[in-house]
């Protein structure tokens, strides 16, 4: 099998291909190595050199033996080293295995490699001073998006046809818009975060995966998805196997259409009319398409959020030893001063606002089954231009300008409910624009169904990056 070959395929179509015995394991293997080689080497995806072997996986799994990468987001996999994107991590290495990471390796997926993010994974870009610049294959001059940037360029490229990734705010959402992938954030409680975080980022953080196909998506939510021993909560099973839902029929739908921030951001023109076009084509299906949204507090919103970021330094400061402030990024040092500057009381000021949106988001579903939205307010933009991690910026001001350019994805982060981002939209200049689609707490069901209707009716498969494995033959 050639890398051309391989890039061409999702990870069903691998999948198949092995167990029909027309290509073998290694053949498919050592066509990955080579495309993962050629695709970082352009675009930066990677935090170190393609694995010497897979780490140990299932062969006989849902994915035997279907190349797969994790985020380097913080320990995953036993005896591999993190660092969070970071200068101040040396040498830590996971001590074991998460339980999601067990699932990956019980679905059969062949781990090859980490994944670029921003330090602390605190960004909507993929950029920072240990590991410089994740490119986006659409435009390398462009960001691939964030936090999981470096998942999302890889994948769009063709190097992996699906990779771990994780979502505090957006991060598998944004990423997956920027380089025209399918990202899904599941539901709060769906995958577990065992065992070492009962909540991570107090409940508004979320592990899963980028794809390019809905049925790869769906596939894997069967393989993880449930709860870990000792979890706190979890949410509903599902009726029947998430890969049943691909071919079922969504029923009639009420659809809400916004393309208003609830930030008050303004939208880029382009990116509005991809979400409209979107629901035109849903009331063509026999949808009810009006326009509506949530009653969203965006102050309450960026509260929770605040409470989120305090979170997340605790990651860096419960890490082994404590990291040497010289070596960290601005932003970074600036928010460990905050995380230790928090109190009890604003801690629980922040839980009560995350209460709040909650609140209000899941009473917009009781009459309404689907809302759609754009994901990003701008087009992927220009490397340097969404970082704001060295110019002095306040926690909160450095919060507002990263949600300027993704105002609609972080709502959903604290109110729990299932969101995924389509590449159903496309730029004048070529560029992807992600159309997101949030359903009611615990319906990644409704979700799948309805974006398989949209991939047979707006399909994205055909359309590949300038930089793609599938052009290097």
Same mark, same amino acid.
């Given at each position: 099998?050639?890398?051309?070959?391989?890039?061409?395929?999702?990870?069903?179509?691998?999948?198949?291909?092995?167990?029909?015995?027309?290509?073998?394991?290694?053949?498919?293997?050592?066509?990955?190595?080579?495309?993962?080689?050629?695709?970082?080497?352009?675009?930066?995806?990677?935090?170190?050199?393609?694995?010497?072997?897979?780490?140990?996986?299932?062969?006989?799994?849902?994915?035997? =033996?279907?190349?797969?990468?994790?985020?380097?987001?913080?320990?995953?996999?036993?005896?591999?080293?993190?660092?969070? %994107?970071?200068?101040?991590?040396?040498?830590?290495?996971?001590?074991?295995?998460?339980?999601?990471?067990?699932?990956?390796? @019980? /679905?059969?997926?062949?781990?090859?490699?980490?994944?670029?993010?921003?330090?602390?994974?605190?960004?909507?870009?993929?950029?920072?001073?240990?590991?410089?610049?994740?490119?986006?294959?659409?435009?390398?001059?462009?960001?691939?998006?964030?936090?999981?940037?470096?998942?999302?360029?890889?994948?769009?490229?063709?190097?992996?046809?699906?990779?771990?990734?994780?979502?505090?705010?957006?991060?598998?959402?944004?990423?997956?818009?920027?380089?025209?992938?399918? %990202?899904?954030?599941?539901?709060?409680?769906?995958?577990?975060?065992?065992?070492?975080?009962?909540?991570?980022?107090?409940?508004?953080?979320?592990?899963?995966?980028?794809?390019?196909?809905?049925?790869?998506? /769906?596939?894997?939510?069967?393989?993880?998805? %449930?709860?870990?021993?000792?979890?706190?909560?979890?949410?509903?099973?599902?009726?029947?196997?998430?890969?049943?839902?691909?071919?079922?029929?969504?029923?009639?739908?009420?659809?809400?259409?916004?393309?208003? @921030?609830?930030?008050?951001?303004?939208?880029?023109?382009?990116?509005?009319?991809?979400?409209?076009?979107?629901?035109?084509?849903?009331?063509?299906?026999?949808?009810?398409?009006?326009?509506?949204?949530?009653?969203? =507090?965006?102050?309450?919103?960026?509260?929770?959020?605040?409470?989120?970021?305090?979170?997340? @330094?605790?990651?860096?400061?419960?890490?082994?030893?404590?990291?040497?402030?010289?070596?960290?990024? %601005?932003?970074?040092?600036?928010?460990?001063?905050?995380?230790?500057?928090?109190? @009890?009381? =604003?801690?629980?000021?922040?839980?009560?606002?995350?209460?709040?949106?909650?609140?209000?988001?899941?009473?917009?579903?009781?009459?309404?089954?689907?809302?759609?939205?754009?994901?990003?307010?701008?087009?992927?933009?220009?490397?340097?231009?969404?970082?704001?991690?060295?110019?002095?910026?306040?926690?909160?001001?450095?919060?507002?300008?990263?949600?300027?350019?993704?105002?609609?994805?972080?709502?959903?982060?604290?109110?729990?409910?299932? /969101?995924?981002?389509?590449?159903?939209?496309?730029?004048?200049?070529?560029?992807?624009?992600?159309?997101?689609?949030?359903?009611?707490?615990?319906?990644?069901?409704?979700?799948?169904?309805?974006?398989?209707?949209?991939?047979?009716?707006?399909?994205?498969?055909?359309?590949?990056?300038?930089?793609?494995?599938?052009?290097?033959?």
């Amino acid at each position: 099998m050639e890398p051309y070959e391989y890039a061409r395929q999702d990870a069903t179509g691998l999948r198949d291909l092995i167990r029909r015995g027309e290509v073998t394991a290694a053949e498919v293997e050592s066509a990955a190595r080579r495309a993962l080689e050629w695709a970082d080497a352009r675009l930066n995806g990677l935090t170190m050199p393609v694995f010497e072997r897979a780490l140990d996986h299932s062969g006989d799994g849902p994915f035997g =033996d279907v190349p797969f990468l994790i985020k380097d987001h913080g320990p995953v996999a036993e005896g591999v080293p993190f660092t969070i %994107g970071s200068n101040a991590l040396h040498g830590v290495v996971a001590h074991h295995d998460t339980d999601l990471m067990r699932r990956f390796r @019980a /679905a059969g997926l062949a781990t090859l490699g980490v994944t670029t993010v921003p330090e602390m994974v605190m960004d909507f870009a993929t950029e920072s001073a240990r590991y410089g610049v994740t490119r986006n294959p659409w435009d390398p001059e462009l960001g691939a998006g964030g936090s999981s940037g470096g998942a999302a360029a890889l994948v769009a490229a063709g190097a992996v046809p699906l990779a771990h990734a994780s979502d505090g705010a957006g991060s598998i959402r944004v990423p997956a818009s920027c380089c025209g992938l399918v %990202g899904l954030k599941p539901s709060r409680g769906r995958v577990t975060s065992g065992p070492d975080m009962g909540e991570p980022m107090f409940g508004m953080a979320y592990e899963f995966a980028l794809t390019r196909t809905v049925r790869d998506v /769906a596939r894997l939510l069967d393989a993880v998805h %449930g709860p870990g021993v000792g979890d706190k909560y979890t949410a509903p099973p599902p009726r029947r196997p998430y890969s049943a839902e691909v071919s079922a029929g969504p029923g009639v739908l009420r659809v809400a259409v916004t393309t208003e @921030a609830w930030s008050g951001a303004a939208v880029d023109p382009e990116v509005a009319a991809a979400a409209v076009a979107v629901g035109a084509v849903l009331e063509e299906m026999g949808h009810r398409v009006t326009c509506g949204s949530p009653v969203v =507090d965006w102050e309450a919103a960026m509260r929770a959020m605040e409470t989120q970021a305090v979170a997340i @330094a605790s990651t860096m400061l419960l890490a082994p030893g404590e990291p040497d402030p010289a070596k960290l990024e %601005g932003q970074t040092r600036r928010l460990l001063q905050v995380a230790r500057e928090t109190s @009890a009381l =604003d801690l629980i000021v922040g839980f009560h606002a995350q209460n709040q949106v909650t609140r209000s988001v899941s009473a917009f579903f009781t009459d309404h089954d689907l809302l759609v939205t754009p994901v990003l307010a701008r087009l992927p933009a220009p490397h340097g231009t969404v970082r704001y991690g060295e110019d002095g910026l306040t926690l909160t001001e450095r919060l507002r300008r990263i949600f300027d350019f993704g105002p609609f994805t972080m709502v959903f982060n604290v109110s729990g409910h299932p /969101a995924i981002s389509l590449p159903l939209g496309w730029s004048e200049g070529g560029l992807p624009i992600g159309v997101q689609f949030v359903a009611p707490y615990g319906r990644e069901d409704l979700l799948l169904r309805i974006a398989a209707r949209l991939e047979e009716a707006m399909p994205w498969r055909g359309r590949l990056p300038g930089i793609s494995v599938a052009h290097s033959g």
